[in-house]
């Protein structure tokens, strides 16, 4: 009986990743990880399924079943997938009571949500995070301002700021405002879009509402003229470049006590990355950084490639002090900060901070004889066991020229050549399948091609691991 044909396609807003992709993934996520493990945070995993109830709380009710893959797993049980790290953490630290505190973690995988897909925005995406749980000294802040900006600077970014603020100054306008705070949410929310919607489309959705650029209807927030009046004010101060943005607030806001507690705790901020000698160019007070989430309760903080503004924040986060309560019944303060791994590997490539890679092997051994497989074999284990990734050709083909082809295809760098006269001499030739692709990029004449002597040689198989590490440790320099 005939199977029917399945059709080989994706779930909307999934995708998959090649190997050149995923290559390039692995070694951003290598630097990210040294940067973290060099300040003393530990890796945590926790599973990608979690009990609903655990992913579910006040601070998610209202978007949360929309934005959850949930179902109903084995033993009748109401489970979904992470969409982010965070609770999983505060689940985490509330059932081991004996973990030593400050805890400071890293974590980095797969979350799933249930948004509309888009250019660049699909429902299974990566994160990496940093938090430190367990402490209300603003150290630990710094700690996670200074890990982004020393992230960036090892990843080759020259031309990035990490802005931050304080929900607590924020918490002081609402006051000052005479806004009602069951408002002060949706205000913070809409403060957020000021660098994405500018400040004409903010003036009016605090007020009666826009249309957007698709025509759509924004609700309003329907504040009174004066209220409206005294946050624009904020701005105004906020937005000022000629000034020190924590002297002007202060000077609108500074009788408001939760806006002089924020002050005072970036002023401690900024002496503590002072002292870590951050550089200032790297980092910038930014009062109108708000970010979304509602789960914030001080600093947060966003980081912004100055050389690709459209990508927006890559890396962003900020204090937190409320979200284990739901676990323990006792507040344990935290501080984190999120990669959004896809969205920071596109402008790697795309500000070339990262060579693409397309094979592991660097070297192809081909095979001319099949009665002197053994000794194809050795050299394989040779070069392996000198540290350079290799293969044996395993294909079907007898064909050399075939077997050169599979390598230039799949972007291996050199291939070993050995026939029955180089065995007899004790020889191997090698050919720099690099420097070829190089080459006839540059020429289309065969016989110019072949004239390169660095595209192939012939040496005695004892010089063969030598001569590779050589050749190998020039092409990583020359990629650099």
């Known amino acids: 009986m005939k ?29 990210i990880r040294k940067v973290f493990e060099s300040m003393g945070f530990l890796p945590l995993q926790t599973p990608s399924l979690e009990f609903a109830e655990t992913l579910l709380g006040s601070h998610y009710h209202k978007d949360s079943l929309k934005e959850l893959f949930g179902f109903k797993g084995p033993d009748d049980v109401d489970m979904a997938l992470r969409y982010e790290f965070t609770l999983s953490l505060a689940r985490y630290v509330a059932s081991h009571p004996d973990l030593a505190l400050p805890f400071r973690r890293y974590q980095y995988g797969n979350v799933w949500r249930v948004d509309k897909p888009g250019p660049g925005r699909f429902r299974e995406f990566m994160q990496c995070d940093i938090d430190i749980v367990g402490t209300k000294n603003l150290l630990a802040d710094a700690e ?52 994405k919607q500018g400040r004409e489309a903010v003036i009016k959705e605090f007020g009666e509402g826009r249309v957007d650029k698709s025509g759509d209807k924004i609700k309003g927030l329907n504040l009174q003229p004066e209220q409206i009046s005294k946050v624009e004010e904020f701005l105004d101060l906020a937005t000022n470049k000629s000034r020190d943005p924590l002297a002007t607030v202060e ?10 507690i924020g002050i005072d705790e970036l002023r401690r901020i900024q002496t503590y990355l002072q002292a870590m000698h951050i550089p200032e160019n790297k980092i910038a007070v930014d009062l109108t950084v708000v970010r979304g989430l509602g789960y914030y309760t001080g600093p947060v903080f966003e980081t912004t490639l100055l050389d690709l503004p459209d990508y927006g924040s890559v890396f962003s986060g900020g204090r937190y002090d409320n979200l284990v309560d739901r676990f323990l019944g006792r507040s344990i303060p935290a501080v984190g900060t999120s990669i959004g791994i896809d969205r920071l590997l596109a402008a790697l490539i795309e500000l070339k901070k990262i060579e693409l890679e397309y094979a ?60 029955s006269d180089e065995f007899e001499r004790g020889m191997v030739s090698v050919k720099n399948l690099s420097v070829g692709r190089e080459r006839a990029l540059k020429t289309s004449d065969r016989k110019e091609w072949l004239k390169a002597d660095e595209i192939q040689v012939t040496i005695p198989d004892k010089d063969l691991i030598s001569y590779l590490k050589k050749h190998l440790t020039n092409k990583e320099k020359k990629d650099e």
């Not at 040779?382 to 290799?390: K, V």
């Open 360 to 419: 592991t092997s660097k070297v192809l051994v081909t095979v001319m004889d099949q009665n002197r497989v053994s000794d194809y074999l050795h050299i394989l284990q040779n070069l392996r066991n000198a540290g350079i990734p290799s293969e044996i050709y395993s294909g079907d083909t007898k064909n050399l020229t075939k077997q050169i082809k599979y390598a230039d295809k799949a972007k291996i760098p050199f291939a070993v050549i050995v026939g």
């Open 3 to 31: 199977k029917d044909k399945v059709k080989p396609r994706l779930l909307k807003g999934f995708r998959d990743y090649s190997p050149t992709e995923q290559l390039a993934r692995e070694k951003m996520l290598g630097k």
């Open 144 to 195: 996670i301002i200074a890990a982004m900006v020393t992230t960036f600077q090892q990843l080759g970014i020259d031309n990035f700021v990490v802005r931050y603020s304080n929900r607590k100054i924020l918490n002081g306008l609402i006051e000052y405002a005479k806004i009602d705070t069951e408002k002060a949410p949706d205000v913070m929310r809409v403060i957020d879009k000021l660098e």
């Open 251 to 260: 000077e609108l806001l500074g009788n408001m006590e939760p806006s002089q």
